[in-house]
């Protein structure tokens, strides 16, 4: 079935045949639902710390990064901004000129409050001769929307996230990249040193370079520390297959195979690659300005005490298993598994062997919020390929929507992954953990796309937060909802806590 130009063109991409056999046979056979126990909840899989617990964890972290532990922040930010702008794109398509629907008026009704208004100004200013003031005065509405997106002029609807200006400050605007960099600064720095690593798309590489070029001196002086800023792209090799409907690979018009980025479950092999003690993952766009920023500096350090905690007593329980524990540290140790990492072994044997397979594995702490009606991930308490039952951070498309007590779960769970995770990558001895030894590859899913007008199928590779992390050890940590602060579509960024 594979031609020598299909050989030829794996061979660039660094992906195998045998990868290719299976993704094939995975649209035909398509992915198991998963079993569910049930929702997570505070007392069942979601912990909720007091004031003194809180105090403790704290203390517990900058004593950890005092031993000069690396730590660094990992940021996904390769997404384009597109999606950001569907409503406004929709504007300037649209057969009438003024601003009509709900979205269209809040936007120019409150332009003058968007960090970008004075660049938007200036190019408005170069390209039609008018300030926005003035075009919306003549009833020119849409060329302060094409200003805002096309090339000509700001160019927000291609440009990524990460690179729009997003807050407002006396001495002048800053994009999410660069409050990522403050927040590295505020809970991320170890001896004087905080690293940030930003997964970014090809294109858009040297921009985000020169961003950095351009700004990273200002709040290394700021906050009295020095940056070690790193970037990296998805790898072409974790790109996968595209498949007509039958299940046949899609083949562009020059019969070449197509191939589509596998989704952030890719970036598991990036987060591999990050020389780090604990790592710290969170979205792009899940920023808010400096006044606001404290919450979110005392969660995370809380959320990072927690994994450090746990780890360290798990690290002390694998030393034990080593010198030969008794049948009183082995119950010790079952009950830690089962209580603290939230790992119930159903009908596995709980000996040796079992306990030193769920304890020498990453480790994760991911801060969840009170369900808010927000798309997305749950906490849920799942089955496991080997029959036990632990914490996995669950999308809708992993769900059975024909199994109406699964859909109950899903539909009454009372908290939301807003992706704020804390990673332990490292084993007992000091080695990294080979992360892609602990994807479930069961736990992708298919999509139904296009392409020049042709119905196609497409492979997404599981999640980064979901089956890419499905074998390790999870702990969920309830966060306040002011940590959650994501950017969705432009008017997002007129809420308060972006003003």
Known sequence: MLTQQDLKQLAQKGISEQQIETQLGQFKTGFPFLKLEGAAAIGNGIVAPNDAERKHFVDVWQKYKAQGKKVVKFVPASGAASRMFKDMFAFVDADYDKPTTDFEKKYFDNIEKFAFYDELDAVCQKNNGKGIRALIAEGNYKAVAANMLKAEGLNYGQLPKGLLLFHNYAEGPRTPMEEHLVEGALYAASNGEAYVHFTVSHEHMELFKQKVAQKADLY??????????????????????????????????????????????????????????????????????????SETVIWKQIIAGVLVDLQQKAF????????????????????????????????????????????????????????????????????????????????????????????????????????????????????????????????????????????????????????????????????????????????????????
Request: proline share 6%.
């Open 220 to 293: 290394a002086q700021k906050y009295g520390i020095h940056y070690d800023i790193s970037f990296s792209e998805q790898k072409p090799s974790t790109d996968t297959v595209a498949a007509n409907p039958d299940g046949t690979p899609f083949r562009n018009a020059d019969g070449s195979l197509l191939f589509r980025p596998g989704g952030h479950g890719a970036l598991i092999e990036n987060l591999n690659e990050i020389e780090a003690d604990v790592i710290f993952v969170k979205n792009i766009d899940n920023v808010v300005p400096d006044r606001l920023k």
């Open 316 to 499: 002390e329980y694998l030393r034990l298993l080593d010198a030969g524990a008794t049948d009183a540290q082995l119950a010790e140790i079952a009950q830690f598994v089962e209580k603290n990492l939230c790992t119930n072994p159903k009908g596995n044997k709980v000996d040796a062997a079992y306990l030193r397979k769920k304890l020498n594995r990453p480790m994760r702490v991911c801060g969840v919020v009170k369900n808010v009606g927000e798309p997305g991930g749950g906490p849920f308490l799942t089955y496991n390929q080997d029959g036990t039952v632990s914490l996995q951070i669950l999308e809708s498309s992993q769900i059975d929507k024909s199994n109406t007590a699964y859909m109950e779960m899903f539909t009454k769970g009372t908290h939301f992954n807003p992706v704020d995770l804390v990673c332990a990558v490292k084993d007992y001895q000091g080695n990294a953990f080979d992360l892609p030894k602990f994807v479930d590859p069961s736990t992708g899913f298919i999509s139904q796309k296009s392409k020049s007008g042709k119905e196609l199928q497409a492979l997404e590779l599981p999640g980064l937060w979901n089956g890419a992390m499905s074998n390790w050890s999870t702990v969920f940590v309830e966060v306040p909802l002011a940590t959650f602060n994501p950017v969705k579509t432009v008017n997002d960024l007129l809420r308060d806590q972006h003003q």
